[in-house]
């Protein structure tokens, strides 16, 4: 006999509840090893030279020599690279591969866990243009109490989503755990890069990541370590920046799926760590630093946030299908189907309704989605939307031409043929189905 629970998950920020369905039985451990293969990015010698005091000149040297008298000139040649005085030397990033391998490697320093791709190029400050597809590995760091097996596991599943829609580089993934010392090792590690790299003072980073920050390193250590102290499993992951610096920067709680102190699906943080690389896939398709233009773009928050969870869905479900999803903490844990999640996001709509009489789907923001219903409508949108007019028209023809539209709405209409206001009427008649027949259009 099964028993109904109600885990809370957050999930960019926002608490999300899914009813789960427990069984009994011992938590299985697995473990997962493999040969680190040395990748790096081509090296290449940069020289300076200063003509005059009024003057910088880059030279090169094989034939030919640039100079401008009012700025900073640099000539590219066979195998060497000059840069001015005042300029950085721009080095390419490793060319994009087929990703074939989800294995990563993990070692201990000082005050956390590292893991990287042990397939893709090893990271460096290569420069790597926004939304280009790249080589180079993404960057798991762990909080010294989540063990290295987690820390993998966590970097394996990253790379699962990342074998499925590209790798969208610089990617920095930071999870934290329910010790206090181990949040405070992980954030001094996190300001010495930021500070390293001029995108941070250490005010600036304390403020961020202490108590009174907004998304820091403090609220995802507390809420592990509440849930931890309550035995509530609960948790929080986000996409927390950063266009400015040119890297996509999550953030992540305790993974209580990945953990023994509760039951929950490791599937469940499978899923999570998809949905959040997806963000990472629709900031990377959004090419201004302007925030405001980058909301419009982004659209509102059932269209957004539903995109990321049903493609985070779908990959899951296909990922299993595959054999490329590891099904680690799932025997005995509470049940992680397909079809079961999206049947519970229904079934939350029908009783979150009768508490936001009259709240459209169109109106729901984050501070005002009537319980997470625009998640969980959104969800179903998108698998709307899926069924209709194709699988890849999402990431084929909508995100490709965000660049060169105004808003979400324009990149919509043209995507989709129709405006959002009629899609979303047209969705309202799909509502009053029977669950039977909205689940018939899920991919099978």
Not at 254 to 265: A, Q, S
Not at 347 to 376: F, H, V
Not at 411 to 417: E, I, L, S
Request: proline share 3%; charged share 15%.
């Amino acid at each position: 006999m099964h028993k109904m629970f109600t885990v809370v998950l957050v999930v960019c920020g926002l608490t999300v509840s899914l009813g789960c369905s427990s069984g009994s039985g011992q938590a299985e451990v697995s473990s997962s090893s493999g040969q680190v293969a040395t990748s790096s990015a081509a090296t290449q010698t940069a020289t300076t030279q200063t003509a005059a005091a009024t003057q910088t000149a880059a030279a090169a040297q094989t034939a030919t020599q640039t100079a401008s008298a009012t700025q900073t000139a640099a000539a590219a040649q066979t195998a060497t690279q000059t840069a001015s005085a005042t300029q950085t030397v721009a080095i390419p990033a490793a060319p994009p591969i087929e990703l074939t391998s989800i294995d990563a490697v993990c070692e201990s320093r000082d005050g956390y866990i590292y893991c990287t791709s042990n397939v893709l190029a090893a990271p460096s400050e290569a420069t790597i243009g926004w939304g280009e597809l790249s080589g180079v590995s993404p960057e798991v760091f762990c909080a010294t109490d989540i063990t290295t097996q987690v820390c993998e596991w966590m970097t394996r599943g990253l790379l699962a989503a990342i074998s499925r829609w590209g790798n969208y580089a610089p990617v920095e993934y930071w999870v934290l755990g329910a010790d206090y010392a181990g949040y405070e090792g992980l954030m001094a590690a996190n300001c010495v890069r930021r500070i390293e790299r001029g995108q941070m003072r250490q005010s600036d980073c304390d403020r961020k990541h202490g108590p009174d920050g907004n998304h820091g390193f403090y609220s995802y250590w507390e809420l592990g370590s509440d849930s931890v102290a309550s035995g509530r499993p609960g948790g929080s992951a986000g996409l927390n920046g950063d266009r400015q610096w040119g890297i996509h920067f999550f953030t992540s709680s305790l993974p209580v799926g990945l953990t023994d102190y509760f039951e929950v699906n490791g599937l469940n943080e499978q899923k999570t760590l998809h949905h959040e690389y997806f963000h990472g896939v629709q900031h990377a398709h959004i090419y201004t630093k302007d925030r405001y233009q980058r909301d419009k773009l982004l659209g509102p928050v059932w269209f957004n946030e539903g995109a990321a969870e049903y493609m985070a869905h779908v990959a899951l479900k296909e990922g299993r299908a595959s054999g490329l999803i590891d099904m680690v903490k799932t025997e005995g844990r509470w049940s992680f189907e397909f079809e079961e999640e999206m049947g519970y996001k229904m079934q939350a709509w029908e009783r979150n309704s009768l508490t936001c009489p009259g709240l459209k789907l169109k109106d729901m923001t984050y501070q005002n989605s009537c319980n997470n219903s625009s998640y969980d409508l959104g969800t179903w949108a998108h698998a709307y939307l899926a069924n209709k007019y194709g699988a890849t028209v999402l990431l084929n023809t909508y995100y490709p031409m965000l660049n060169d539209v105004s808003d979400w709405e324009e990149a919509f209409v043209a995507t989709y043929g129709i405006s959002s206001d009629e899609f979303l009427a047209e969705f309202d008649e799909f509502l009053e189905l029977s669950l039977s027949e909205q689940m018939d259009i899920l991919p099978k």
